[in-house]
């Protein structure tokens, strides 16, 4: 298996644009999360989803974020517009629900620069 | 959601084992106790988890306290590529969407 796979990269953009950040979750797995890590808050959990559903968005730091998941291999974190503290690395993680299980899975991450 | 501490930073000599400690004093009963780890420039990558009883898989073991309220990862021979960050993570069990509070973990430096 690919593992999850996140584009860009890397993203580089001017504050005001709107950032399409994606992600392609292992193929079988149903619930996705999106992380974003900088070096003063950490890892921080923005939303998740079961079954293509978001469950838990507390984490989206306001309107400006927005998360999609369309079906069960594609998910969207849209950022519109963008702000310079919106840089950060952007990690999606994916995993299967078993009892007791719930291993995640993590993306390499999009690391995303706004100047 | 319980909360877990950890040392922010600890050292080891290659092919030594390394004792990763965690407390989480509030723990709940039905509370499960992943670990996780974060190498250079990558993404966090699951290492183990348990409820009560001690666990070994290929990457590592973990020893759990009789009361719970303590936790420690050990890495039975550690190798240069084991610096990482490590996350001591306490995942409720009614939590059925997996979703894991990464706290600041331990950096895990290996010398040569």
């Known amino acids: 298996d690919a593992g999850v796979i996140q584009s860009p990269r890397h993203e580089v953009t001017e504050m005001g644009q709107e950032v399409t950040l994606r992600c392609k979750p292992i193929?079988?797995?149903?619930?996705l999360f999106w992380y974003r890590q900088t070096m003063m808050r950490g890892l921080e959990l923005l939303i998740y989803f079961n079954n293509n559903v978001p469950i838990d968005d507390s984490g989206m730091p306001e309107d400006r974020f927005s998360a999609k998941m369309p079906n069960a291999s594609f998910s969207t974190l849209k950022i519109q517009p963008s702000e310079p503290r919106d840089s950060a690395v952007y990690f999606c993680?994916?995993?299967?629900?078993?009892?007791?299980?719930?291993?995640?899975?993590f993306g390499p991450g999009t690391r995303l620069t706004v100047t | 959601d319980a909360k877990t501490t950890q040392p922010n930073s600890m050292e080891s000599n290659e092919e030594e084992p390394v004792h990763l400690p965690c407390n989480h004093s509030?723990?709940?009963?039905?509370?499960?106790i992943h670990w996780y780890r974060q190498l250079p420039s990558q993404g966090p990558e699951y290492v183990i988890h348990?409820?009560?009883s001690n666990v070994n898989n290929r990457m590592a073991s973990l020893a759990i306290a009789e009361d719970r309220k303590s936790s420690t990862l050990i890495l039975h021979r550690a190798t240069l590529r084991d610096a990482a960050v490590y996350y001591c993570?306490?995942?409720?069990?009614?939590?059925?969407?997996?979703?894991?509070?990464f706290g600041q973990g331990t950096e895990l430096s290996v010398k040569p």
């Open positions: 993680a994916s995993s299967q629900r078993l009892a007791g299980a719930y291993e995640q899975y």
């Open positions: 348990g409820l009560t």
């Open positions: 993570i306490l995942r409720p069990n009614y939590n059925q969407g997996g979703k894991l509070i």
């Open positions: 193929s079988g797995h149903n619930s």
């Open positions: 509030t723990i709940s009963g039905t509370d499960y």
